[in-house]
Each structure stands twice: as C-alpha cells, then as structure tokens.
C-alpha cells in the first residue's frame, strides 16, 4: 500500500476544504502540508479556516499550522484549490520545484502542454507529463459543468459521433465558493450568467473528447453552445442536453451506451472511482439535486429523462455533484489514475512508469522554493 | 366608458384569485359573479377560498355569493381559470349559453376553431370566434411558458425566419398552482421535469406563430426542441433559448427587432398592455424574477443575454411572470382585444363587430343553463 | 445477538419511512411487516411508497407487500408512525393482540398507565408497562421538539431544579410529514404557528421530568410558556430557552450538569445512544440545522449560546434533529431500553423481565385480530 | 407644502437605497445630494450602486454625482445610513456644521443628549435637540427588531404596566444589509446569533418607553431577555412575546389597547404615517412576513396571536417590516414628526420652533465642513 504525503494549496477556501474532507480516509494519500494566504500563514488551521463542510473538521488537521506560499513544501503532490487570480504563476513554480501538481484551477486548463483530463474518458492525455518542461508535473481537471456534460458525451461520443449540443446549466450556489453569492442575490431567484463559465463548457469540452497525439490534443470537432444560470439549489449542477450524432441509433441504444460506460478508473479500481459511472433513472422526475446527489458518494453522473428530441437526436438531464465529482473528487481521482499509472512508485514521483530510481527528489531537500 | 360584467370560473383557485386581484381597480370590466365547486357553492368567497395574493381580497368581492357550475350565469364575460379535468365539458357549455368564455385553461387551445392568442402576435385570430358553432364564443391563451417564447420568437419570425429552437426553462412553483409543490420536494431542488409542459411548448407556439385562413390556422412551420424544470422561484418563468434563424441578421438587427416589436394591445392601447412588449436588458445578470418581474405590472415579457449561438445563430434569456403575463393577465388582454374590436359594444356580444343590435341576448335571461 | 421481527405501522409515510431507513442495519430488530392503509394493502411497498429519505430504499423492504390494518400481524414490536386520525384506536387494539406497540402518536402520550418516555431521562417509566391492561405493551416517546426541551431541562432539573420555562421555536418543515406543507406557504417565510405544538411542550414535559409511583406518574412542577412557529428549514427544531431555577449556579456549573448528562442508554450503550446525549458548543454561530444536525447520527440534542438571563436565570438555544431523535429513532431508543430491561428476551415479550417462559404468545398464532 | 432638501449618507448602501426609494415620491423631501465613500466619489450614483431595491432606481437620483464625506454639504436634512464604523464622529462633525442629521446608525443612540425616538411613543423627546451643544441636530431611531418591540410593548406600558418581557425574533437578512449573508450560510438553515442585536434590544427599549425630564431620559423600569436569530427571509423579522404586567387585564383589554394604540404621527398625520399604528390578526397563521408585510406600505407593526401565557401575562406574535419601518421609514418618520413640531419651518432649521429668523444658516454657505 502506497502512502504518499500530499499537501493542500489554497486550503482555507471552499474547495481546499472539500480536498481535506475527502481525503480523511484515503487508503494511500496522507494530508501533509496545507498552505494558504500570508493572512493564514503561521497558524493552526483551525483558527484560520471557516469551516462549511457538514463532515467535521478532522483533528489532525485542525492542529496542522498553515504554511505560506512562500515556503518549501515537502509533499509529493499538491492538490491545488488555488483562487485564478495566483494560481497561474504559483503552479509552474510548484511544478518547477518538483512537485506533482493537480490542480482544480481554470489557469493551466487549456495550455498546449498541459492535460485536462477525466480518467473515464482520457486517462491517457495524463501521458502528457512526461513531455512537460518540469521536473515536476501539472494536470488539471475541467470545469465542474463541463465534467458533467463531458462524461454524458463521452459514450454517445465514441458510439455514435456527437456532432452538436446545445446545454443549459442550473448550477448550485457551492459552485461560487465560499463565501460567494449573497443570499440576498440567489434567494428564491434564478441569475442567467455566470461569468466565463459558458466558454469552459464550450472549450474544455473539446479537449477533453479530443485524441492526444505525443504531447499534444487535437480537439474533437463538435459544436457546443451553452448557457450557463444559477439557482437556489446547495450543490448538484443540473444541466438540460440536446445532442446531434452523426448516426441514428434507437433510444434503447443510446441508453445502453451510457449505461455500459466504463473507463480507467473502472478498470484499475481507483479508490474514489464509482462503480457506475453513469447512471440512468427511469422516473421522469429524477434525478433531483436534494435527492439523488450523494450516489456512490457523489462521484457518479446521473442521467435522467432520456428522450428523443424534435430538434437535434436526443435530448437528456444530467446531474452531478459540482464539489465532489465536479472539483476536488475529480482532482484526487486524476491523482489516483497517476498512482496507478505508475508515476508515483515508492511514493515518489517518476516520469517514466514504474521507475524508481529514476524520481525527482524530494522537493524540499533540493533547492527551496524562490520567495515571492 | 364599457362597464361589462365578467364571471370568473374556477373562483378559489391559484389563477381564479389572479383574475380578482387583477380585475380590481380594471377600467370597464366588472367582477359581478364567482363560480366554483358544489363544496364552495352557497359560501362568500371570503370564507371559501385560501387567498395566497399579496394584494388583500378587495372587500366587495369577499361577500359575494359562489355560485355552483350548475347555475345559470349572468355575465357576458366569463374569465376561466378552471381545472382542465372539467374545464373541457364546461366552457363549451357557457359558450353555448351565450358567453363568451376567455379561457386559461388548456383544454380548448388547439381545438380547430378555438382562436389561441396573444394579441401582441396574433389578434387576427380573435375572428375565428365568428365561425365558432356557439351563440357565445370561446377564446384560450397559450400555456405560461409558451406565452414568453411566442414573445421572444414573434418579432424574430417575422423579420428573420426561425427556424429551429432549442428552449430550456426554470419554472416557478405558482404555475402549479395552490397547494401546489410540497416544499419538501422543491425547497434547494430542481425537479427536472414538468407534466405535459414541453408538449405544450412545442404544439402551442407553432399555432399562435400560424397564418390564420378564415376560420383555419396553418401552424407556423419551425422545429422546437423544449425541456422543461421546475425551481425554487415564488413567481417568473426563466428560459434560455438558442434560435436558428433562415436570415443572417447583425445582432444589432436582432435586438432592433425585439426592441422595436408592438402589436394590436399597444396600437389599440389596451388598458392592460405593457407599453414596452419587450424589454431587453444590457446588464448581463439581469433579468432575475425576484428583481424584475413587476415591470410594466408584471404584464412585459424581459430578455436578458441576447448574444449569437455557436450552433444556431442568436441566443438568449427571457423571464416573464407566469400567473399574470402568463396566465390571468394574459386572459384579460384577450377580452380588451375582443372589446377593442367591436365585439362587445355597449357590453354585449355579438359576432358582428359593433352591431349592438346583433348581439346575443343576456345568457340568463335566456334558457338557463342545464344542470349538471 | 436478539433477532426481533418488528413491524412498521403507518410504512408509507414520513415516519414510517424513517423507521425504515434508521432500522436497515440494525443489530436485532428486522423489518419483518409493513402496514398501511387499504389503499396500499396488498402492494409492493415500492410501488406505493413516495420514498422521500435522502437514502435509498432497502430493496427487500421495498418488495415486501403492504398489509392492511384489518390483516393479524407476527412481528413482536410494532412501531407506530401512524396518523393521529386512526392511532388512538389501532395501537390499543395492536396491544390488546400481544403486541409491544412502539408509538410516536400524540394519541396515548398522556394516558394515565402509558409511559411517555426518554430514555436518557425517565426509563424506569418503561416499568409502567407491567401494569398495563394488556397482554402486549403500549409505549410513546414525546412529540419531537418536546424530546428537545425536555433532553436540556433534565439535567437542570436534576441538578438545581427547574421553576419556569420560556421556550420559542422554529421548527423544520419535515415535522408537518409529506407532502406537508405547500412550498408557496413556507419558502422565504415564518409561520407563526403549529396546531396543537405549544400544548404538548407545555403538558408533555411535566409528564417526561415527573416522578412515577408504581403505575402512576406524578408532573413536574414547572411552569412552561411555548410559542412554536414554522420556518424554511429542511430538517432541524430550533428553540430558544429561558430558565427560571430553584438554586443560583455559576454558569459553570451549569455548563458541566448539561456536558455530563448521561442516562440509561448511555449506560446500556443501547445501539441507537448517542456517546455524548447533549452536545454544548462554544461558537455563538451554533448549533445551526443545516450545519450540525447530523452529529451522533441525529441522535444528539445541541445546544449553544449559553448564557444568564436578565430575566430568568440561564438562557440557550437548543437544536435536535425532528425525524430521527425527534420521531423515528426516539421509538427505536425506547425500544432498545425495553431489550435491554429484559422484557424481550429471547425475542418474546413478557411483562416479567428475563422471563422468557412468561412470554406472551406471538400474535398472530393467537386470536387474529379483529377485522375494521 | 415645504419643500425641504435632503442628502443622504452612506447612499450606495441598502439602508441609503431605501431612503432614496422611499423618497422618491414624498410630498416635502428632495433628494439634493448623496455622500457615499471615496471609493465611490465623483461618479455618477448609477455607475456606482448596486441597486437591489424592487423599484426601479429613480432617473434624476442615477444621474447625481456623488460628494465624499469631505465634501460641505447643502442639505439641510442629512438622513444617514453610515456604517456604524464611520457614522459615529461624521454625524457629529455634519451637526456641528448646522445639519439636522437624522441617523439610523447605532452610534449614537444611547448618547445621553441624543433622542433615540418612535414618534408613535416618544415624540416629545425630540424636543431633547433643543439642548444639543450643535448648531444642527442629531437624532436617531431605534435598532429594527428593537422598533417592533418597543411598538407593541408601549400600549400595554401605557395601560397596564409592563414588568418584564421575554422576546425572540427570526430576523430576516436583508437586516444585515447588502450582500450581507452568504447564501450558503443561510439558505435552509437558522443561525442562532446575531452580533449586537439583543443587548440592543435590552437597552434601547427602556430608554424609549422611558421619560423625558427636560434635556434627559430616565429609562423604563422593565427587565427585557432577548434572544436574536438570523432565518431565511428576504425581508421582515418576526418576534415571539412573552409579557408580565403590573395589572391583570383581560385578553380583551389587552387588545383593545393594542389596536387603538395611535400617537403623534397619526395625530399629525404625517406623510408616512401608518393610519393603524398596530395590526391585530385574529387568524392564528398570520402574519407572515412573505403575506402580511406591505400593509400600509410596510410602516405598520403587525400583531398576531395574542393569548395569554402560563408564565408570564399574555404572549403575541410581532412582525414588521426591517428595512421600511425598521430603518429607512422609522427615520423619515422622524424627520417628518421635526417638519411638523415646526423645527424646519420654511426649510430652514431653528431649534426654537416655528421661528424661521432663528435659523441656522444654510451650513454650505457657512464654513465648510473640515477635510478628513
């Protein structure tokens, strides 16, 4: 059993919070270091956080002092729920200094060198880190949104060719972070935009569909267009699909498509993988946010009302969870895939598979971190 | 100045109540009789029905007598909001006592010689009612949703051509009416599916878009593709609409033509026409139901995000208030329309338009009505 | 290991259905009957069943087939969430058939020879129960914010005594069952009232903190003012108290009488106990419902902002979870008292406990029961 | 009619955006000019507000530049919404400049020279800014649930003596102004502290149902026990009573004291004045704040049932609406009670009533206010 020391960067915030939660009880990730903002930095992590996760705080964690960007960390990876606005920067220079970077931040998503990756669908786009220009490495998850809209396509994709989609998002209030909307803003009320949003789900998505050639993506040629709104809801992104394929398939079809979709996670039993990637529910009212969200741990897509449409082929809802499956459960499943992949031999980190002898050293015990 | 007697069927309930509030303080339509089921018959409606208005129950309307269905009615006009298990039977019953019956109910809207209207788009097909087989007349407004999508598309058909429409809404829970929703199922929740909503959408709004043919409509010929969920919104139906359009219009035109987009209720000025049909909104968050559905007395239809579509041409969001625009309001602009033209001059009717001497006797002092 | 057969009356509504969730992985009682009204007899219970719990269905509970109230039952225990409207009678006729009847109906709560008990504050009321004139057994927990009130009067009663009570609460809309409350009453609103809610606090908890005397119980002599009110909460009765009491203790002291509660099924470590029966928080921001509900499963009561009293002595709020420490699992509490008082030995019933030759017949071998 | 100019402090605020709204159409107040932050100075209103009133921000406001708090000022009523950060020495700084500062902040509520006033109970007490050691004036109105409170508490004072009274409020969060709560704090949930709020209502209440003896307060002799929760409501705070009297009226009286309850403002009929001071409901579900808040547009304190108590006296239900009647109303109310005591006879202020030659000059033309 592996045991690998991983640290938490941005570890105050709402999604820092959800990657300490879920990793309570991993069976070979260990809750390290937790680094924060100078504001945080030098305290115990229970005095600094706010803490709005319904699980308790772990105890350990609590008393874990946080440590400034500005530090030398020793973890083998680093879960990032780094704000926009610093991650940019801060990820290359943790990529540079060793680390195993998996970010949950939009900064690096769509760089050429960079993979975007669901491990359902393109596990083998994280082969790209063996070309990346750091001793390190850096992967990073989609949207929360586009995870959603992605595994749905993913199946029709390879199928049946997806040729067009038009998505319409009512997305939850967690989506925003913490503190993030104000209630007198969302409050029985619906907000048609969430900024830049649209343009993830337009963009990620193609990559992420898209086939890897060496280090490089070719996006899939699909057209999306997406509006994107927010409603009252706690978590659990629901979104309306309607989806043009390239052939005709039947209903029963499309559905067994879905169904039987299984990727890497799957097949290499990852720890947070879900048995069922996606699931399809018959009663036409479901599935429901307040309900169904927390199937298989909130790791699954949930499918409903699978139908044809007037307008394109098929038309579809699907629900997940925008924290866990849509943000730090997605991180820590890219993680996962690495591990067994063979990245992470020995807990430490190798850019050639299984290689042990050939792993970066220890961050910390090499040069340390230039300050800010 | 008219001072017409108007019945409103269905009285206690959600859409009967929008009627009185409504009606209150209307220029020449007076609320003269309530009717409603044998349990509420013989009772003042004050002690009938659970007013859930937020406006109080105007004072002469509480101490009025509920009549039963089975009673002859006196009032030319008789406003339904009746439930569509009974609303079939009935309103054609009063129609051929007489009456002219302006329907919310869904039971008559696609009937081959029922006119289905919003005056902005189709008042012409206020005619049919000379054709009808009834001494009275029976007019149907479009479902709620429908009536904002009508809105949004008309001007956009006329100038342009729609072709095809993807439409996606965020219902409130006072389309259900009262009782309605549990909050148990609804409160942070969206239920991603609506009973015969979509149908309606997509059979409705082809009709009011229809060339009318004598006493015909040709359904207007455009592919719409709706999915239909319910949210936690008091009050304002929210859809995003993507349009594919047979012109290439600049977006510039395309707002020109919403912007620009009046018909019969503003040219006749209608005592309860918006004076604005279509608002559109810069500010990218905006519109929001709980921030803006009162405009114009909850009577414009709002639209938000008009941007162009990746897969078809223009997109859009467009809010309206669904019990007033979009259900009692919209019935009673029906009823200033016929008035408008002629029908019920010196506040009776009559099928030749300003031909008091050709109109119908008063219903109740004709042969009454067959009990039930 | 006991290996009980229990039945679940009133199976298809909101407490039967908790019944059933908090039941599936219990170490001795086993779902065995299911009983609901005739218009669900004879069904799978997943087919009449509108399963609200935020778990799934147990699937064999869900194909087990509904009996009537009318049919003999087998099950030693039967626990009863049936409506008030049909419990008064039923549970009496159950017991009178041998049955240990576990009821979370008002109906027999203040029945001169019913205990009305919490079993961390007056399980020797449970030895009402030999005195009873049936040959099974008829038990009441109280009604759910009552439980709440009376878990933090207890130990300050025990303590320094308890001369007055003012107790407001805001209460969760899952204590109106389902579908309850209609969510155009509730959403964004208070309620200020919920029928019949004040009595029970008011007279309920003089019972509870009472003194018994053989078959009889003598009330406290407290006096209790209540003011219940409804609010947009999903699950979660909050109070707010004021305490008036005998002696003048430091807030300290107050503090450990509360954090060193414990009672009988702390001391049986009765599966359902909660370790910890009052949880006191330092933060004033808690207990909050949506934050802290779940602590020790639901089955602890919170309380926070404890402070003096300008009027009173000690003030505080007070936060339990209403459907499983307020209903469901307060009756499987009681049940697992009277395990382990020896009155099922053996899985039969006897008023003699560890007698399992006094045991009284199983039910459904003896008289069926008397058809409705 | 006079004609009187008025600035508003603190104006992008929500407290400012409810003056502006509700002045928007009063008889003698002109809006003149708005104070708002460095931040927010030079701009026009409209490029720096968020607007979230429900009307429409009124044109000619939206095109008002905004002054800084540096800036002399020409108003001669300055309605003040200033945090309470920076409200305590700028309202004194614009009284010694000559203005007649009508503030809603806390600051300087409990001054002793300073009226904290609802002229319905306390008018005479504004006579106290005849003693202040300014040119202009500096007069307050209470804390919002404090308002309600003291509104119910007064008549039955007056009548019967009160003795003590035990109150718990459901606060709705637009009293914590704008954006004020995070959605995910508060949506589902009731947080059961609010910072400051009961020891407000524990004092500000006995200083305005005390009395005045010349240029001093003497407070009331009543012991008040307030405990404060923040619920999901947009707006309106809800308040359970208990009361113990000096006399033992009966409920009847009781009410009857409530409901003929009127004082300066009826009296004087000022513009703002609810015509009945208190509501009485006899439905025991009302009121409600999403029902029952806009009663004489939200400047009446509403009452419901009223019953007696088993502890204390008589117990009631009190809602009022937080921002109209509770902030923004109270002091515009205050402000029109000074207009009609003849302080600002012509327009100008003089603290010797209904004489204009006593006037203080027009303050911008006097010395300008100094720079911070």
């Known amino acids: 059993m592996e045991n690998i020391k991983v640290g938490v960067l941005g570890a105050t915030g709402a999604v820092g919070q959800k990657f300490i939660a879920l990793l309570q009880h991993h069976p070979y990730f260990r809750v390290h270091e ?41 973890s083998t990876i680093l879960f990032s729920g780094l704000d926009s606005s610093i991650a940019g920067e801060l ?18 998503r769509m760089d050429r060198d960079v993979p975007l990756v669901i491990p359902e669908i393109n596990a083998d786009h994280l082969k790209m880190i063996e070309h990346q220009p750091y001793p390190g490495a850096l992967v990073t998850n989609p949207n929360c949104s586009t995870i959603f809209l992605a595994m749905a396509l993913a199946p029709l994709h390879r199928a049946f060719g997806v040729e067009a989609v038009q998505v319409s998002t009512m997305q939850a209030i967690s989506g925003a972070g913490y503190p993030g909307l104000s209630a007198t803003d969302i409050m029985g009320n619906v907000i048609p935009h969430i900024s830049g949003e649209e343009e993830k789900l337009e963009t990620e998505t193609l990559k992420i569909l898209g086939a890897r050639n060496g280090d490089r993506v070719l996006p899939a040629d699909i057209s999306i267009g997406a509006q994107c709104t927010r409603v009252a809801v706690i978590d659990g992104h629901t979104e309306t699909l309607s989806v043009k394929l390239a052939s005709r398939p039947e209903l029963a079809e499309v559905r067994a498509a879905l169904e039987d979709f299984r990727g890497y996670p799957q097949e290499a039993a990852l720890p947070s993988a879900p048995q069922q990637a996606l699931w399809v529910f018959d009663d036409p009212n479901r599935p429901q946010p307040a309900r169904d969200l927390m199937i298989e741990g909130g790791m699954s897509t949930l499918i409903g009302r699978l139908r044809s449409c007037p ?62």
Chains 1, 2, 3, 4 share one sequence.
């Not at 945080?40 to 609590?62: F, N, T």
């Not at 943790?94 to 690096?108: M, T």
């Open 311 to 372: 307008v394109f082929d098929v038309r579809m809802v699907v629900l997940g969870h925008n924290t866990i499956r849509g943000a730090a459960g997605a991180a820590i499943l890219n993680a996962e895939a690495l591990v067994a992949m063979g990245y992470l031999t020995g807990g430490c980190f190798s850019k050639e598979p299984h290689r042990r002898d050939a792993c970066v050293e220890t961050p910390a015990a090499a040069e340390p971190v230039a300050g800010r």
């Open 34 to 74: 937790l680094v924060a903002s100078e504001r945080s930095a030098g305290k115990p992590y229970r005095d600094a956080v706010s803490w709005v996760q319904s699980s308790p705080l772990p105890g350990p964690v609590g008393e874990t002092y946080i440590k400034s960007t500005a530090e030398p960390l020793e």
């Open 91 to 108: 990820e290359e220079r943790y990529a540079a200094a060793g680390h195993v970077v998996i970010s949950n931040s939009k900064n690096h």
